[in-house]
Structures are given as structure tokens and as C-alpha cells.
């Protein structure tokens, strides 16, 4: 009486809505289940894109680690002469060097080189080549710029130009290239001034040579493999820096670095127009040519004919 007072008048008919009633009350569990699997599948997923990036960190990491190795510029090789001021300056002074060749066109992958202020040294400095890719300068010439920038510079040079360091600089071309890219770089045309005083008050009759890039010197003065390198690189240095003058700073420092990384060596060292004659060669493949006329005038006027 009880169940038909509830709407149940058979068995079957209890059953079913004991059935339904089931089905009901398990159905919000099924939902429940489906949502953990889902959860689950989830997790899994983050998981693997955890340990994707954790490995995409790592190889970050190597591929920093690895560019802070390229692009580091020099090291240091402790001495009693190197103070952490100086040495400071030293780093500050080259990084920027590094970066204003890079601004025009320098590419380097070989290993920074080493500086070494020898307390031994008398007044030098000088760049000795791979394996030991040094360069080594006497306390007296450390604090001016001068003297680590010309070194560097022959680290830089003989980078991009392997086969140059096996040979004499007969024509004083790379003396000269050492000179000006950093006397263009602290816009001096007067390289070495502060050094020269140096050896002067050393020893007063000491006779040296201007290497003021402001000059009219004519390529005649060199005798190839005769001519003091640094004296014929003056000469070079002069030509470099009334180029700059007439076609700009950047333009011709960018020329003067693809014209040496490209040139061709052996014929230089019969030829002394070989590499004005990449310079013309450059200027066309990277200005299109804009200032052959002008690169003409300028050895010209040193008395090299292109």
C-alpha cells in the first residue's frame, strides 16, 4: 500500500526506478572521472612541456655561455703592475674599440688575446702572435690608450688575415692600418704623442719619427722592404686618414677592413697599389660605387696612380 501510494504498482515497475534512480546518482561520478582524466591528461602534457623547456634552459645557458666566450675581448694575465683601476680602464678602453670595428663590418671568431703588463718590460709594446696571442706592454706605456689600442689592432689584423702574419710588412701597410683604426676610432689624428713623451724624457736625443696621420706624404717614399715599417706605415696612415676626411669616418673604416680582409697578399708585395685598388673594389661592391672618384683623387695626389 505504501509503495502504491508512491506510484509503484509492480515489481518491474519498482525496479526500474531503483534503476533510474542509480543511474542518477552515479552519473555526476562519471563526470567526475572524466574530469580527473582530463586533469590527468593535463598534467602529463605540462609535465613534458616542463622538461622541454627545462632542456630548452639549459641549451640556452651552453648557447650563452658559448657567446660570452666569442665576444669576450680580452683577458688578463695577473702581474704586480696591473691594479684593478688599470686594469678596468684597459677592458673598458678595448671593449669599446671591439664594438666600434664590429659597427663597421669587423667579423672575429678567434680567441680574445691576452694583455700582459710586464713589470720586467723597458718602454714597449707589442703583439706577439697565436698560439700565445699576447699583448704585452711595459707599466710606463699601460695608461695610454694609444699603445694596448695598436696592439689590439694587430690581434684584429692578422686575424682576418692569417697569411699576413707569416710575412714581413715590406710595404708598412699593416703597420700603418694599426696606426689609424685607432686614431680614427678616438678621432686623434696625432697617434702616440703621449707615448713619444715618454721616450723622450727616457732619453732626451732620441730622435723619433711623426706618426701624425695629418700629412702629405707621397707613396715614392717607400722602398719596398727598405722603408722602416713604421715609417712607411705614416705614409699609408696619411692616405687612411685623408680618405676619412673626404668620404667620412664610418664609410672609409668599413671599406679599409673589407679591402684588407679580401685583398690578395703575394701581389702586394711587388705591387704597392694592390690594395688601394681592393679599396676601389670594395667601394663598389658595398657603396655601389659611390666614391670611386674620390678614393682616385686621394692616392692621386700621394702620387699612386689607380
Known amino acids: 500500500m505504501v509503495l502504491a501510494f508512491l ?28 574530469e580527473a582524466d582530463r586533469i590527468a591528461q593535463a598534467y602529463k602534457d605540462l609535465n613534458v612541456q616542463l622538461e622541454q ?17 666569442i665576444e669576450q675581448v680580452v683577458r688578463f694575465k695577473p702581474s704586480a703592475s696591473l691594479t684593478p683601476k688599470l686594469k678596468q680602464t684597459l677592458e673598458g678602453t678595448l671593449r669599446n674599440f671591439h664594438t666600434y670595428l664590429k659597427s663597421v663590418g669587423l667579423l672575429m671568431a678567434q680567441p680574445a688575446p691576452t694583455v700582459f703588463i710586464d713589470p720586467s718590460a723597458d718602454t714597449n709594446s707589442y703583439y706577439v702572435l697565436p698560439p700565445k696571442n699576447q699583448i704585452v706592454i711595459s707599466p710606463d706605456l699601460a695608461p695610454y690608450a694609444d699603445a694596448v689600442l695598436r696592439e689590439y689592432s694587430h690581434h684584429v689584423l692578422t686575424g682576418l688575415k692569417p ?80 680618405l676619412r676626411r673626404t668620404i667620412g669616418q664610418i664609410t672609409t673604416d668599413k671599406l679599409l677592413l673589407a679591402a684588407w680582409k679580401n685583398f690578395e697578399v703575394s701581389e702586394s708585395n711587388t705591387d704597392i697599389s694592390t690594395f688601394p685598388r681592393e679599396i676601389l673594389k670594395q667601394d663598389g661592391a658595398l657603396e655601389g660605387g659611390r666614391h670611386v672618384q674620390q678614393i682616385r683623387d686621394v692616392f692621386q695626389r700621394r702620387g699612386l696612380q689607380l
Not at 14 to 34: C, D, H, I, N, Y
Open 163 to 242: 697569411t699576413w702574419a707569416v710575412k714581413a710588412d715590406s710595404s708598412g701597410l699593416e703597420s700603418g692600418l694599426a696606426d689609424y683604426l685607432p686614431s680614427s676610432f678616438t678621432k686623434r689624428r696625432d697617434f702616440g704623442r703621449e707615448i713619444w713623451e715618454v721616450f723622450r724624457k727616457r732619453d732626451p736625443n732620441l730622435r723619433i719619427p711623426s706618426r701624425n696621420l695629418d700629412n702629405h706624404r707621397l707613396f715614392s717614399e717607400i722602398q719596398i722592404g727598405q722603408t722602416e715599417e713604421h715609417d712607411a706605415g705614416n705614409v699609408w696612415g696619411g692616405a687612411f686618414w685623408e
Open 53 to 69: 623547456t627545462s632542456a630548452l634552459a639549459t641549451q640556452l645557458q651552453e648557447l650563452s655561455a658559448k657567446v660570452a666566450r
Open 7 to 34: 506510484g509503484v504498482h509492480t515489481y518491474s515497475d519498482f525496479s526500474s526506478r531503483v534503476r533510474t534512480a542509480r543511474e542518477e546518482a552515479l552519473k555526476p561520478l562519471g563526470q567526475t572521472k572524466k
